[in-house]
């Protein structure tokens, strides 16, 4: 996947959501990825239409199980414990608000 092959629109509503939530987080890449960091932790990418984000593990499982993501599995790596992926109807974070604000407390340190 290419950086163009991104969705840039939910990027940039990530971006302002992301900083409506936690001011200073800085937008950067991962893997080519458009990213939102807290600090120099990664929270939260935009891989493809989906919305990838790093979270408490505890927290990753309960989101699975509820059926409100799936597991991040980038160009075919592994599932990684703490990642999961949520794709937004019509780039509409709202639903989504509670799990970028934990990824964003997560990688700030926040406890």
Avoid: S
């Amino acid at each position: 996947m290419k950086p163009a092959d991104h969705d840039a629109d939910l990027f940039a509503a990530l971006a302002a959501l992301a900083e409506m939530l936690r001011p200073g987080v800085r937008r950067g890449a991962m893997f080519g990825c458009p990213a939102i960091y807290g600090g120099k932790k990664l929270a939260v990418c935009v891989h493809g239409a989906a919305v990838a984000l790093k979270i408490p593990a505890a927290l990753a499982i309960k989101a699975k199980a509820a059926g409100r993501a799936t597991a991040f599995q980038p160009y075919g790596r592994p599932a990684m414990r703490e990642w999961i992926e949520v794709t937004p109807e019509n780039r509409d974070l709202a639903p989504f608000q509670d799990l970028i604000a934990a990824a964003l407390d997560y990688a700030c340190g926040a406890k």
